[in-house]
């Protein structure tokens, strides 16, 4: 699956597609509708599939110093839209130029002469263009000036109401990883490579990957059930991780720290992802390291007991 930039024009072999539009941040099963129903228009009349995605966000744009929120980076989404049946995914980089477009410029410029689309589908909330001013009833009208079909999917919802990425990134922040995994259809996760830390965590017998948490929502702090997959190879390893400060050691340090079961291999420089199964308890600060280590077994057990 290939990656293409909004600022320039979609390859030829992939001119005539069917353009998913939206942030998609999370990919959960809203945003899924969406795309499938993308993937079906597609299919049903030969065409490839190209989803749309913004980077970044269009609230960090306007916004910059709201904290971080993301649920994904473009490498976790371009594999997801790819299990979904795209062809392509498309980055819109947001920027002032596209923050002032207008929709009619939008959907001519973008949608007809960039991409060459021959149908775009979103949901019933897109908005686009200056001001918000776009939304699917004018990406409609404009489409039949211009030529391009527009389908909108209305929302999803189940027992707990409309899914939402709100919904999820609430849950996560109360560590209610079985909702946030239920809306998602997959458990959360952050990617990233492992750094090199102070090994605090070798010199009382529980080693752990490092990993920073960049642009990702911080979900609650605490010590969590994970599992680790290396990108490189695909292995999936199985372990109790802490989320955040650290505070039994000085200066605070704002980490994810998994600690991998019965693994002793280097993953220094290594891209690995972990995923977020149940929250264990929150985070303590301990009056020594002895008390901090028979936790730390407690939770071990624990974790291993719920990966079981």
């Not at 995914?89 to 130029?97: C, I, K, N, P, R």
Request: proline content about 6%; aromatic content about 8%; hydrophobic content about 45%.
């Amino acid at each position: 699956m290939i990656r293409l930039d909004h600022r320039e024009k979609v390859p030829d072999e992939l001119r005539g597609a069917i353009l998913a539009l939206g942030n998609f941040d999370g990919f959960h099963l809203g945003h899924q509708a969406v795309v499938r129903e993308a993937v079906e228009w597609a299919r049903g009349e030969g065409r490839p599939v190209i989803v749309g995605t913004f980077d970044p966000h269009p609230v960090r744009f306007f916004k910059p110093d709201v904290p971080p929120f993301r649920l994904t980076t473009l490498d976790q989404r371009q594999e997801l839209f790819a299990e979904a049946g795209a062809d392509a995914m498309l980055v819109f980089h947001f920027d002032g130029a596209l923050a002032g477009m207008s929709a009619d410029g939008f959907a001519r410029d973008i949608v007809l002469e960039g991409v060459g689309a021959a149908g775009v589908v979103t949901g019933e909330d897109f908005s686009f263009a200056r001001a918000r001013s776009g939304n699917p009833t004018v990406l409609a009208e404009l489409g039949g000036q211009l030529g391009f079909g527009v389908r909108a999917v209305g929302p999803v919802a189940e027992a707990g109401g409309v899914v939402s990425s709100s919904r999820i990134r609430e849950a996560l922040q109360e560590g209610d990883c079985a909702t946030a995994a239920h809306l998602m259809t997959r458990p959360f996760a952050i990617r990233g490579d492992v750094l090199h830390g102070d090994k605090l965590g070798r010199t009382i017998g529980f080693p752990t990957a490092n990993l920073a948490l960049g642009t990702y929502l911080r979900p609650r702090y605490g010590i969590y059930a994970v599992t680790g997959r290396i990108i490189a190879t695909g292995q999936v390893l199985k372990g109790a991780a802490n989320l955040g400060i650290r505070p039994t050691f000085d200066p605070p340090k704002e980490l994810l720290e998994p600690h991998f079961f019965d693994f002793s291999g280097d993953l220094y420089g290594q891209e690995i992802e972990v995923a977020f199964h149940r929250f264990i308890r929150p985070e303590a600060k301990f009056d020594s390291l002895e008390a901090l280590q028979e936790q730390m077994a407690r939770d071990c057990d624990e974790a291993r007991a719920i990966l079981a």
